[in-house]
């Protein structure tokens, strides 16, 4: 493993931010640390970063405890979501502010800086300052800066929140294609769910300060482990109501009934009925509720079909196969 978190461990006070945290990471792959507001994911990264103190458990990184190493001799880049660029400092020196702390020689330093400002596409613009420049280069720049220590882990704290929707998509993709070309082994906080599906191989779903389920964005929305991950990845339908759970063989369990909006199939012979209560159409996809058995059923439907309106009453089925037994909490 390249690097490892053995039984990590953060409290503040009485809360518990990251409750004894298990994972690894192999080399050169990206992981996105994804959850709700609070769940602990920024400090887990900080903890890594060693900008936070431990409580207990250890850090590995090829197997090196890394508990006497502040922060600065860790050589992990780290990039925040303010870019927190130095203002006073042209984007060159900005990216040579780390070199220069490690003392490199200043013609190694002139050519990475160069090379890494090829790499962000930002060559153009070295003689800039902070302030001349959006907030989608000024991230390239933080991210260069990050970058061009060689450091053997990246870890980036939400890079990606404070910018606009159409910078933030290509940012995506070009962060993506940057990490995959170095190699290295990144680590990324995000709550948004679309960002860590597009661009993690594998994405750690956290909540309450603990790991829900670790897999790809597929493993995730297939085999959601818990009612938490179903729910935070992608839409589902919780069965709640005791007369479809009958129906469907629940018994009186304690496992959670679910099935996602497009598994649900409209169609005459379908064994339960309701009453549209709500359409969207969204191009390719209606989306509707249905009021059934006193519930709630959010059912997607793909291609053209005759039309619905409100107050429509619809037959559906809620296939054997398509619907999930979950877990209502970790095991
Ligand atoms: P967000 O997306 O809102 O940043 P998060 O998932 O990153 O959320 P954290 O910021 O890691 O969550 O916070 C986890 C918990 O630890 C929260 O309850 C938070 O209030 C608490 N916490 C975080 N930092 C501190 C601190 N410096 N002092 C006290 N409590 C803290």
Request: overall charge negative.
């Amino acid at each position: 493993m390249y690097l490892s978190l053995r039984d990590v461990t953060k409290r503040f006070a009485d809360v518990v931010a990251v409750d004894h945290v298990d994972l690894d990471l192999t080399e050169g792959e990206f992981v996105c640390f994804l959850g709700p507001s609070g769940c602990g994911k920024t400090t887990l990264l900080r903890v890594i970063a060693g900008l936070e103190e431990l409580d207990e458990g250890r850090i590995l990184l090829e197997g090196r405890d890394l508990a006497d190493l502040p922060a600065r001799k860790r050589n992990f880049g780290v990039v925040f979501q303010s870019y927190s660029l130095f203002p006073n400092l042209t984007v060159a020196r900005n990216v040579a502010y780390g070199l220069e702390c490690r003392k490199w020689d200043r013609a190694r330093i002139d050519a990475r800086v160069g090379e890494m400002l090829d790499i962000v596409h930002l060559r153009g613009d070295a003689g800039k300052h902070p302030h001349e420049l959006s907030g989608g280069m000024q991230q390239r720049v933080a991210l260069a800066r990050a970058l061009a220590p060689e450091p053997s882990v990246l870890l980036l704290d939400e890079p990606l929140s404070a910018l606009d929707a159409k910078v933030r998509e290509s940012l995506r993709g070009e962060i993506r294609d940057l990490q995959k070309r170095l190699g290295i082994t990144t680590i990324m906080v995000t709550h948004d769910q679309d960002e860590a599906m597009e661009m993690a191989d594998r994405i750690v779903v956290m909540n309450s300060g603990r790991i829900e389920q670790v897999g790809s964005a597929e493993d995730l929305y297939w085999e959601p482990a818990t009612r938490f991950v179903g729910q935070f990845i992608g839409r589902l339908n919780i069965i709640e109501d005791p007369a479809l759970r009958d129906r469907l063989g629940a018994g009186g369990g304690a496992s959670v009934l679910a099935i996602r909006p497009e598994h649900v199939s409209v169609g005459p012979d379908g064994m339960f009925e309701g009453t549209v209560r709500k359409l969207a159409f969204l191009g390719n996809t209606m989306r509707l509720d249905v009021e059934t058995s006193g519930q709630n059923m959010e059912i997607e439907i793909h291609g053209r079909r005759e039309p619905l309106t409100v107050g429509d009453t619809i037959r559906f089925a809620l296939p054997e196969n398509r619907v999930r037994r979950l877990a209502a909490s970790p095991a």
